[in-house]
């Protein structure tokens, strides 16, 4: 299902039923996504599918917005922490055989956007239960707004960036590198906090355990 199409899904309403705020946001994000296809014909793909399924000339918008930029391929642009973390789901379930490597190392409190660590967590349970991925399935009327918005930004990426295993082990070393940050930030914290109780033996230990993370040894566990 493409992304268009999914989108018009989730807003269950025609571009004309949308408030005046909403149609803004729908056209801004859409128009956004086409900037970022470098490849001509992709992008003029992309164009006509937005333009069928919401009948609304948005290459016309694109033609007369002063805000137009030159495309540039989504991973070459400066993007939040949230987008990044989008990516590096698309990127996971699109190679569903690194799941069980990156769920060794990689835990769901390193995603910043709550929606993201809840896909991440479903993804990780889905596949261990089922030794499999359907996330198509997962959409119904019960489904958490933060899991559907966070699929939507999945499929999104997914239209200007190719899946590949060489993008995705960029992405696992960025995450993991990020993780180590954060355990070392908290082994800082119980070292001092053992230093101010004046507990040697565990402050000794912590600053053992800080060496071993700081020179890549995992969790230092």
Not at 171 to 183: E, G, L, M, T
Request: aromatic content about 8%; hydrophobic content about 35%; charged content about 35%.
């Amino acid at each position: 299902e493409s992304y268009p199409v999914f989108k018009r899904h989730i807003l269950k309403k025609a571009f004309r039923q949308l408030s005046m705020g909403e149609q803004e946001r729908l056209v801004e994000e859409l128009s956004d996504i086409i900037r970022q296809i470098s490849d001509p014909l992709r992008r003029r793909l992309f164009t006509d599918q937005v333009e069928r399924v919401f009948d609304f000339p948005v290459s016309a918008y694109l033609r007369n917005s002063s805000t137009t930029r030159s495309s540039k391929p989504v991973y070459a642009e400066i993007r939040n922490r949230a987008t990044l973390e989008k990516e590096f789901l698309m990127l996971l379930s699109e190679n569903r055989n690194y799941i069980p490597r990156v769920s060794e190392s990689i835990e769901s409190d390193c995603f910043s956007d709550p929606g993201c660590r809840l896909v991440y967590d479903r993804i990780l349970t889905e596949y261990k239960e089922k030794s499999g991925l359907d996330t198509g399935k997962w959409i119904d009327v019960d489904t958490d707004p933060r899991i559907v918005e966070t699929l939507a930004g999945m499929e999104s990426v997914k239209n200007i960036m190719t899946p590949s295993p060489e993008i995705l082990e960029d992405y696992i070393k960025r995450f993991q590198k990020d993780a180590n940050k954060s355990i070392l930030r908290m082994i800082k914290e119980e070292i001092i906090a053992a230093e101010e109780n004046g507990d040697s033996s565990r402050a000794s230990e912590l600053q053992r355990r800080y060496a071993r993370v700081l020179l890549g040894g995992g969790t230092g566990v």
